[in-house]
């Protein structure tokens, strides 16, 4: 069993819909989550992190941590064609060494 | 604010050669890791750098190998390349332990390795 699983899509939605992408996650000890987006052939770009549980909100995107089931959310809201790209979802345990686990990515098309 | 370069963009090798990727970290970090991404899969940790020794490794073998230099640039060396190496190699730099701003990592644009 891979430490954090995703649902690597497609997911296609028209332009203007509320996008919800997720993960789940096995290892309890991880204290820090992020989503990063990666554009084809581009480096993964951070859009948003959150320590332990609760929600964080920045323009149009939000993400959320519940850290009792394991599981962790980014939604797009009024979503446009730009923000088709790849969404990775990243957790680390907060240590001396802060590795990225990382899920496969979900690849997203927006349809104008 | 300089962002994480990489060089080069593209490199091709053959089988049993050996590869120098280079990296350049963000302004006011000195953390640097490298990653390795499969195509359709996500960046998986290979090792980190920390006032120039490891700091962590992933699960690859020795012939991945590192340094890190005074001013927080950093290479990648790959021994004895094989044909599962093809993949985009990522640097990304932090700021030093403990803490969100450690936590959090910026990407450069990647290497894209093919080995023939």
């Known amino acids: 069993q891979k430490e954090v699983e995703q649902d690597p899509g497609p997911l296609s939605v028209p332009e203007g819909a509320i996008v919800s992408l997720n993960c789940t996650y096995s290892?309890?000890?991880?204290?820090?989550f992020m989503w990063y987006r990666q554009y084809s052939r581009k480096g993964p770009e951070l859009l948003m992190y959150?320590?332990?549980?609760g929600n964080k909100e920045d323009g149009r995107f939000t993400a959320q941590v519940d850290k009792s089931s394991k599981y962790i959310s980014l939604f797009i809201r009024d979503s446009q064609p730009s923000d088709s790209a790849t969404y990775l979802c990243?957790?680390?345990?907060?240590?001396?060494?802060?590795?990225?686990?990382f899920g496969t990515g979900t690849l997203l098309a927006v349809q104008p | 604010e300089t962002g994480v370069t990489q060089s080069p963009t593209h490199l091709i090798k053959t089988r049993g050669q050996q590869v120098t990727l280079r990296c350049s970290s963000q302004?006011?970090?000195?953390?640097v890791s490298w990653y390795q991404q499969a195509l359709g899969q996500g960046p998986q940790f290979i090792f980190q750098?920390?006032?120039?020794?490891?700091?962590g490794r992933g699960n690859f073998p020795p012939r991945f190998s590192g340094l890190q230099f005074p001013n927080y640039s950093s290479e990648l060396n790959v021994n004895a390349l094989e044909l599962d190496d093809s993949a985009l190699y990522l640097c990304?730099?932090?700021?030093?332990?403990?803490?969100?701003?450690?936590?959090?990592?910026?990407f450069g644009p990647g290497t894209r390795l093919t080995v023939l």
């Open positions: 990304a730099s932090s700021r030093p332990s403990g803490g969100a701003s450690s936590a959090t990592q910026y």
């Open positions: 290892n309890s000890a991880f204290q820090y």
């Open positions: 959150t320590y332990s549980s």
């Open positions: 990243a957790m680390n345990y907060g240590g001396a060494t802060n590795k990225l686990i």
């Open positions: 302004s006011g970090h000195n953390t």
């Open positions: 750098y920390y006032r120039e020794e490891e700091n």
